[in-house]
C-alpha cells in the first residue's frame, strides 16, 4: 500500500512539472528588430560613402595614369619607366588603402551585428525565465523547430520587448 501512495504521489508531481515550450521565429526576430535595422541602415550609408571615395580616387588616379601615357611618349625612356613605376605604386597603395578601409567596415558592422545577437539571446533568456519557460527554441530558416503550434510561437511578444528595450 505505501508503494501505491508514493508512486501515485511521484505522478502528481511529475504531472504538476510539464516542460513549458515555446519558439520564436529567429529571421523574423532578427529581421525586425529596430536596433539591427539601425544598424544595418548606418552601415550602409559608411558603405555608400567609401563607395563614392573610392570611384573619385579611381577616376583621379585614372586621368593621372592618361595624363602620364601622354607625357610619356615625350620622355626618355628610363624617366618614363621611373614614372611609371611610381605611378603603379601609387595605384597599388590606393588600392590597398581603400580594401584595409573596406574590411575595418565590415567587421565593424559584423562586430555590432554579433552584439545584437547577444543581446536578443540575452533578452529571449529572461523572457522565458520571467514566464516560466523551461525551453524556449529557434524557429526559421536553419532553426530547430521544423513545426511549432502558432499558440507556442512567441515571437511577437519577444519581438515588442526587444523594441522597447531599444527605444528606451
Sequence with gaps: MKKLVWLVLIMAIVACQQ???????????????????DVEAKY???AEALQKKKDSLTQIFQIEAQAFQSKAQSMPANKAQEEYNALQQK??????QLQQEELALQQAS???????VSKIKRHIKDYGKSNGYTYILGG???G???YGAEASDITA???ELLNSAYKK
Design 140 to 142: 526559421g530558416d536553419g
Design 110 to 116: 559584423q562586430t555590432e551585428i554579433d552584439s545584437i
Design 144 to 146: 530547430s523547430v521544423l
Design 91 to 96: 595605384g597599388q597603395f590606393l588600392g590597398q
Design 44 to 46: 550602409k550609408i559608411k
Design 157 to 159: 511578444p519577444v519581438l
Design 19 to 37: 516542460n513549458k515550450i515555446a519558439y520564436v521565429d529567429n529571421v523574423k526576430l532578427i529581421g525586425e528588430y529596430q536596433e539591427k535595422i
